[in-house]
């Protein structure tokens, strides 16, 4: 058995590298070379470490470290050209599909009761949410939210389920109105879209991590 000093630093080794996968994946996708190759390579080390942390050698940790690698690329690349790739949320989905699949042979839950925690969790997701943006664009007159943003909403559900939903908007809302407020203070132009994806992988992370305390402090469970 591995000490856990030589695991943590194992994880943030492969963070590192999962890191540069990601840099190299949006690269690959947005097909020009992009900046943030170092800070990306740092925030896998990060989040894996916490990860490996929070749920020891385990498929959830698999999971969730693997998720991390489609987030990371997705921010990267919703930051550059406000585009979250199709191929980032297909990979998602996969990998809880794999997730579901493979918790009873781990002990980590019954397939049926996954499959309907995470199904229930995307409808939840995608339907109030593309809702409240067609109500949102008729108001305001212009696109409110992207299609990439709802359907990554919806991924969302299907990790954290549908009673962690409005936590993880919350989250992701003051992460966007962050990312908003340092847009607009270099905003020479006026009012300009901006990158919500980060914030809600960012607020999807923390969810994973911390849900279970959150749903107990909110009388959710």
Known sequence: MLAPWYVFCGSVFAGALAGLASWSWACAILRRPLGGKLPLAACGAFLWAVIVCRFGLSLQAA???????????????????????????????????????????????????????????????????????????????????GGGDIKLFAVGGMFVGWKLLVPLLFVACLGGLATSAMQASTDQEGLQPFPFGPAIAASLVLMCLVGPWVQRALLLV
């Open 63 to 145: 999971e969730l470290c693997l998720l991390s690698v489609a987030l990371l690329t997705l921010s990267l690349t919703d930051a550059s050209e406000l585009l979250i790739p199709n191929e980032c949320l297909v990979v998602a989905i996969a990998i809880r599909l794999a997730y579901i699949v493979l918790a009873p042979l781990f002990g980590a839950g019954s397939m049926t009761t996954l499959a309907t925690f995470s199904l229930v969790g995307a409808i939840a997701g995608l339907v109030p949410m593309l809702a409240l943006t067609l109500v949102m664009d008729r108001v305001l007159g212009r696109e409110s939210m």
